[in-house]
């Protein structure tokens, strides 16, 4: 009987090893695909193609290793943007596969702000000012109105949505007006 217990705790030790290693594994190319990421916000370009695919990569490594994890998906939702503004990939396929990413990370994590204000930022580069991007920026507000994200999406497209939209803006002028205490 001891063996058999031992032999049971053996296996489930090699189970719980190779699923930490597959999330270390995964956190170390998410970590790569980061970095790339913040080194092309401090510049405001991507350096080159070659930088472009290997943070893909790395995204792609990381969600292969740790499946539907939401910084994973953001990560790489993140570079689609990227690659898309600097013309590395067809702008509206990448575009539009960023925000299913974005809307995947919402569906598990639908409390955290910043995932809200991006997919407002990414629908105003899709050029789609609609009902929907005032939701995204509604629950922007509601989940993280303090949170840099939200107050950034806000000072951005409040006033292109008050200029421009608004029908649009009319929902979001409290929170607009909240954001940048305005009375």
């Given at each position: 009987?001891?063996?058999?217990?031992?032999?049971?705790?053996?296996?489930?030790l090699?189970?719980?090893?190779?699923v930490?290693?597959?999330?270390?594994?995964?956190?170390?190319?998410?970590?790569?695909?980061?970095?790339?990421v913040?080194?092309?916000?401090?510049?405001?370009?991507?350096?080159?193609?070659?930088?472009?695919?290997?943070?893909?990569?790395?995204?792609?490594?990381?969600?292969?290793?740790?499946?539907g994890?939401?910084?994973?998906?953001?990560?790489?939702?993140?570079?689609?943007?990227?690659?898309?503004?600097?013309?590395?990939?067809?702008r509206?396929?990448?575009?539009?596969?960023a925000?299913?990413?974005?809307?995947?990370?919402?569906?598990?994590?639908?409390?955290?702000?910043?995932?809200?204000?991006?997919?407002?930022m990414?629908?105003?580069?899709?050029?789609?000012?609609?009902?929907?991007?005032?939701?995204?920026?509604?629950?922007?507000y509601?989940?993280g109105?303090?949170?840099?994200?939200?107050?950034?999406?806000?000072?951005?497209?409040?006033?292109?949505?008050?200029?421009?939209?608004?029908?649009?803006?009319?929902?979001?002028e409290?929170?607009?007006?909240?954001l940048?205490?305005i009375?």
């Amino acid at each position: 009987m001891d063996n058999v217990i031992k032999f049971i705790l053996i296996i489930i030790l090699v189970i719980l090893t190779i699923v930490a290693t597959s999330f270390g594994v995964a956190n170390i190319a998410f970590k790569q695909a980061e970095v790339r990421v913040k080194s092309w916000q401090a510049i405001g370009y991507i350096g080159n193609a070659q930088d472009y695919r290997q943070a893909l990569r790395y995204a792609d490594d990381a969600l292969f290793y740790h499946p539907g994890h939401n910084q994973y998906l953001e990560i790489k939702a993140q570079i689609l943007e990227w690659g898309a503004d600097d013309n590395m990939v067809d702008r509206q396929t990448a575009l539009q596969h960023a925000k299913q990413l974005y809307l995947q990370s919402t569906s598990t994590r639908p409390t955290w702000p910043a995932t809200w204000a991006a997919l407002a930022m990414l629908k105003w580069r899709m050029q789609e000012f609609d009902s929907q991007m005032v939701s995204f920026l509604q629950n922007a507000y509601a989940m993280g109105r303090n949170s840099p994200e939200v107050k950034l999406a806000f000072q951005q497209l409040g006033p292109v949505l008050r200029d421009y939209h608004p029908q649009l803006f009319a929902p979001l002028e409290p929170q607009y007006d909240d954001l940048l205490k305005i009375k």
